[in-house]
């Protein structure tokens, strides 16, 4: 009778050590998967916000939520969405989508130009000229463009309403770094206009 119970009790111990194993958690490394943008840091000359670096991102955050993405507009990309705007201009390069989750009121394509700042290690951007714009940019329906480097400044960005009223500006440039230096591929950076 005690080998009997001897024997049955293995077969249990090890029911329940594989239970044991399978329930345990995996600890997964949290420096792997940030929960927080990195922030630009920045100052300001004359109430204008100027950037002192480079920071990159494929995302907008506004009021804590994604507001907006750029990426590259390829055609499996485009053949997810019913409808996208399109600019076609005489620039050749690649073609990037600006992915809307907010209304964008009063849409803007814009060409960026910068004012470097005297006693200061940085660049202040301003909108030059408008060279598309839409009334409201909705949520789901992309903005293609063709969008071409000039040099190691931006040159392009969009601009647009928010729901509080107020006009944003953001310069957008392709990401020239190696992927272990920085990650993403464009460099978003809001501006005062």
């Not at 390069?93 to 209304?103: D, E, Q, S, W």
Request: charge should be negative.
């Amino acid at each position: 009778m005690k080998n009997i119970k001897i024997f049955l009790l293995i077969p249990i111990l090890l029911f329940l050590v594989g239970c044991e194993y399978h329930l345990s958690t995996v600890d997964y490394n949290s420096a792997d998967t940030p929960n927080e943008l990195p922030i630009a840091e920045t100052n300001e000359v004359n109430d204008k916000i100027v950037f002192d670096f480079n920071i990159e991102t494929d995302e907008v955050l506004i009021d804590g939520r994604v507001a907006w993405s750029v990426v590259f507009a390829t055609e499996v990309l485009l053949s997810e969405y019913d409808l996208y705007v399109e600019f076609l201009d005489n620039e050749v390069g690649n073609r990037i989508a600006i992915l809307p989750y907010i209304v964008m009121y009063d849409f803007r394509w814009i060409e960026v130009g910068n004012i470097m700042i005297d006693g200061v290690f940085g660049t202040q951007f301003y909108e030059r000229s408008v060279l598309y714009s839409v009334d409201n940019l909705l949520p789901s329906i992309p903005f293609v463009v063709t969008h071409r480097e000039l040099g190691i400044l931006p040159h392009r960005g969009i601009s647009f309403v928010d729901e509080s009223g107020e006009r944003r500006y953001f310069a957008i440039m392709r990401n020239q770094a190696e992927p272990t230096e920085r990650l993403g591929n464009f460099i978003i950076r809001e501006f005062d206009n």
